[in-house]
């Protein structure tokens, strides 16, 4: 089915008119429950498309190779443009695998462009009653963030299926969706990884120590949310964030653009992790580095912030569980989970 403009709206004006469409919520943060071996998983394509058999072969080998069993969403592989399907496809994916009572969570496959799209879509109703492990990053920071507002419970900012997976990120994920555990995320020192060696290291943007719910992602997605009905209140949060190939002006801009939204003044402290490939287009001189914006906007805030943690654009990355309480320390550059993200 392809909705033209019109239609889009009345979808969407529907929804703002549906009791309690827009409400905050709930205040019990609810726990999707833990993965185990044998668990079925959805692959949902929220975003762009893998037209690749071969690369689709290699996603669900990485899911089996879990212990998980993955089951591709029904639009799975389609195009429509530069999307994986139209948007009420790719949203009848998403509501498909919260409403199936075997789908145990859901991974993205991948990221891109396009989750926002699908928001006027999501069966929000269906989803909160059927609370279940959504991962994926990137992109995908759009659902994280109108999960943390509409469903109330727990989704995983993490590597997506198509990742590489190595075995700093398994790990880290395992120990958050298998057991339960609630662990202190510190860059490890001398990391074979040499990508981790290199983008490893924390710069204390304010000292101290800060504690409240986990919420962020994807910095370009984040701002472009501003003053829709999909954004979390961010009041007393730990917010992080990271992006990718973005020039320092532009990480500037977005940030400003937080700043103007009443969004940096809220919270109680600031993570920025990988922003890879963010260098100036030419030569640097004249202008702001990225860790002069950084100082600017975050340091300044006279909350604890710090940059550098593994998370972003790169192979190896912590899980953080979105909506969950957790503890930084700016002066370490570690992030200490405070409740268990599953049940």
């Known amino acids: 089915m392809r909705l033209d403009r019109r239609a889009l709206m009345g979808v969407l004006s529907a929804a703002m008119a549906a009791p309690g469409a827009w409400a905050a919520s709930p205040a019990g943060l609810v726990k999707p429950p833990r993965l185990r071996p044998g668990d079925m998983v959805g692959l949902v394509e ?5 037209d690749d058999a071969f690369d689709l072969d290699l996603v669900k080998e990485t899911i089996v190779a879990m212990g998980l069993v993955p089951r591709p969403a029904g639009h799975l592989a389609e195009r429509y443009g530069y999307l994986a399907g139209t948007d009420a496809d790719r949203a009848a994916d998403i509501n498909a695998m919260f409403a199936d009572p075997e789908m145990r969570a859901i991974f993205a496959v991948r990221g891109g462009w396009g989750c926002a799209r699908v928001l006027p879509f999501l069966d929000f109703a269906k989803i909160r009653a059927n609370p279940k492990l959504l991962i994926g990053f990137s992109d995908i920071t759009a659902l994280h963030l109108a999960f943390a507002a509409r469903a109330g419970f727990v989704t995983i900012h993490g590597p997506n299926a198509a990742s ?12 958050v969706a298998f057991d339960g555990a609630t662990p202190l995320l510190a860059n490890p020192e001398g990391h074979e990884d040499r990508l ?10 304010h000292g101290g120590k800060a504690s409240g719910r986990l919420l962020g992602g994807n910095l370009t997605v984040l701002s472009t949310l501003m003053g829709t009905p999909w954004v979390p209140d961010f009041d007393g949060a730990i917010l992080f964030m990271e992006d990718v190939s973005e020039q320092p002006y532009r990480i500037d801009r977005m940030l400003t653009q937080l700043a ?6 809220k919270v109680a402290g600031v993570v920025f992790g990988q922003c890879t490939d963010c260098g100036p287009s030419g030569p640097s001189y004249g202008g702001f580095t990225l860790s002069e914006v950084l100082q600017q906007h975050l340091g300044n805030l006279g909350v604890p912030a710090f940059q550098g943690a593994l998370f972003g654009h790169v192979g190896s990355q912590f899980s953080l569980p979105v909506g969950c309480r957790a503890e930084i320390d700016a002066d370490a550059g570690t992030i200490r989970l405070l409740e268990p993200a599953v049940r």
């Open 196 to 205: 981790v060696q290199r983008s490893g290291r924390i710069r204390t943007l």
């Open 164 to 175: 590489s997976w190595p075995r700093f990120s398994w790990d880290a994920f395992r120990t």
């Open 260 to 265: 103007l939204a009443g969004v940096l003044g």
């Open 46 to 50: 929220p975003a762009g498309f893998t």
